[in-house]
């Protein structure tokens, strides 16, 4: 697991860390907050921790593509962001998908990571400025992007929380929803106690239906 994560140019302890971050976020919401609160402070603790980690130890950049929060190699060709899974991720043996639907930019960074990018990618979309120390990508650059997800699926057993997670690259994107991998690397899980349940992130949060045939 860590040589893998080696190659993609992360470690375990980064997203550990990324995962931490976002849980102690989460536990600054109210219930007087608007709904969905926590679960929108729990993503952006978890981008910022993640972009803090890989530039300041791996020498990464901030890219912003399309609407997609990543962090960027420095030889432009892997990019990790993150994605709430549902209760099949960091399960090796089945498949997991996205809590939420996702949108436009998350199925061409799918399409590229397939190979399709250069009769399918629509590079309009990730035009956009770089912001303060970030990187902007050329169209070949996008064409060739392999883009990564710590996913994460957060399950609250008694007073404690488990997250289950793994790092890996979409392949496949149907009607919002990540349908198939290329790349899987399950991770072990994060235990954390001390939870205070809130209900604050609103219905859709989780995917109950979930098929995993």
């Known amino acids: 697991m860590r040589v893998q994560l080696g190659s993609v140019g992360t470690r375990l ?9 976002g849980e102690a976020a989460r536990r600054t919401a109210v219930p007087n907050d608007p709904t969905g609160t926590a679960g ?17 130890h791996e020498g990464w950049a901030k890219l912003v593509h399309g609407r997609l929060e990543l962090v960027c190699r420095a030889d432009r060709s892997i990019a990790i962001g993150v994605m709430v899974g549902n209760a099949a991720t960091g399960q090796a043996p ?9 949108g436009l930019a998350t199925e061409q960074v799918t399409r590229a990571n397939a190979g399709e990018g250069a009769s399918h990618v629509q590079t309009a979309l990730f035009v956009a400025d770089a912001g303060p120390k970030g990187v902007a990508l050329s169209e070949e650059e996008a064409f060739a992007l392999k883009t990564w997800f710590l996913v994460s699926f957060r399950t609250e057993v008694g007073d404690a929380v488990r997250i289950d997670c793994e790092l890996s690259q979409p392949k496949r994107f149907e009607d919002g929803f ?36």
């Open 13 to 21: 302890e980064f997203l550990h860390r990324v995962l931490r971050a």
């Open 40 to 56: 929108r402070r729990a993503y952006e603790a978890q981008v910022r921790t993640l972009r803090e980690l890989q530039i300041e």
């Open 94 to 102: 089945l498949v997991p998908k996205n809590a939420r639907r996702r």
């Open 178 to 213: 990540v349908v198939e991998w290329g790349r899987r690397i399950p991770l072990p899980p994060l235990q954390m106690d001390g939870i205070e349940p809130l209900n604050d992130d609103g219905p859709g949060v989780i995917d109950i239906a979930v098929d995993f045939r």
